[in-house]
């Protein structure tokens, strides 16, 4: 398996259209990724480049992560 990158303008659109399926299914493959021992790289796309900000190797930070998105979840 190899890292999983998650571009954070999705999130960023997932939060405002409350689409709590597809953030779901972004995180549950997040979970998967750390688990097989890959991290999870959080990439923001602007002008058609990608920069990489962060990245998350362990199921804690994940969670974490989590929280933040849903807390602008309605």
């Known amino acids: 398996m190899e890292e999983y990158i998650i571009p954070v303008n999705k999130i960023e659109e997932l ?3 409350n689409d709590k399926d597809a ?3 972004i995180f549950t493959k997040a979970k998967t ?9 959080l990439v923001r796309e602007s002008s058609g480049q990608s920069y990489r900000f962060d990245e998350i190797s362990n199921l804690d930070d994940l969670e974490n992560y989590k929280k933040t ?3 602008y979840v309605k």
């Open 15 to 17: 939060q405002m259209l």
């Open 23 to 25: 953030l779901d299914a």
């Open 69 to 71: 998105v849903y807390k």
């Open 33 to 41: 990724t750390i688990v097989n021992g890959e991290n999870v790289a």
